[in-house]
């Protein structure tokens, strides 16, 4: 794990492992859209796909930017249709099956950007218009990876934490991996039982 700035400090991320990584012969990377994590690991053969959790939450604000009214007939036309293509049957094998799901989900992709077109939506046609190439990847190429929202959720606060409270970069990271332990280790620490122990945040 590393924290830093978004469009930055990759290399920090992958270097200890980037020997590793070069021993599979593809790597799959799912991201919230951004390409600069590419700078830390451009000599990997990468497969690419958008996380499908982050469509419809980043589509929210470019609705707002578009200044579409919040939860208007409209509003909720465009996220309902948008959800709806996002949730992906996971370990579906028939290559005739995927390839109609993956051709009906791109059909109703484009109705939705015509859709925003035509009530001057630029910013939220142009989102899903550079989205929708990298939305199926994973499902086309029969893999099982995704990404859920539980590192969001610790983000935003720690983000928040280090511009207004003014924790440290390193301290933040100590706070995120503990919380990540208990999300996806089931890891925990009962301070009655464990009286000695020294957590180190700041």
């Known amino acids: 794990m590393a924290i830093g700035n978004y469009d930055s400090g990759w290399n920090k991320l992958f270097d200890p492992i980037l020997e ?19 700078k830390g690991i451009k000599s ?40 709806d293509i996002t949730i992906i049957r ?39 218009q550079k989205a929708m190439p990298d939305m199926f990847t994973v499902f086309k190429n029969k893999l099982n990876g995704k990404t859920t929202s539980k590192v969001e959720r610790v983000m935003r606060t720690v983000n928040l934490r280090i511009n207004v409270g003014k924790w440290s970069a390193k301290g933040a990271l100590n706070a995120v991996k503990i919380r990540l332990a208990y999300y996806y280790n089931g890891f925990d620490i009962d301070l009655k039982d464990n009286k000695n122990i020294t957590v180190e945040i700041l």
């Open 90 to 128: 996971s370990l579906l094998h028939d290559e005739d099956e995927i390839n109609a799901v993956v051709k009906l989900k791109i059909e109703q992709l484009e109705e939705i950007i015509k859709y925003c077109q035509e009530h001057k939506w630029n910013s939220c046609a142009t989102y899903l």
């Open 20 to 38: 590793t990584l070069k021993l599979f012969p593809s790597f799959l990377l799912v991201t919230d859209g951004d390409t600069s994590i590419l």
């Open 44 to 83: 990997l053969n990468i497969i690419f796909q958008r996380c499908l959790w982050h469509i419809p939450h980043q589509m929210k604000y470019y609705l707002w930017k578009d200044k579409a009214v919040r939860k208007s007939k409209e509003w909720l036309y465009v996220m309902c249709r948008l959800i």
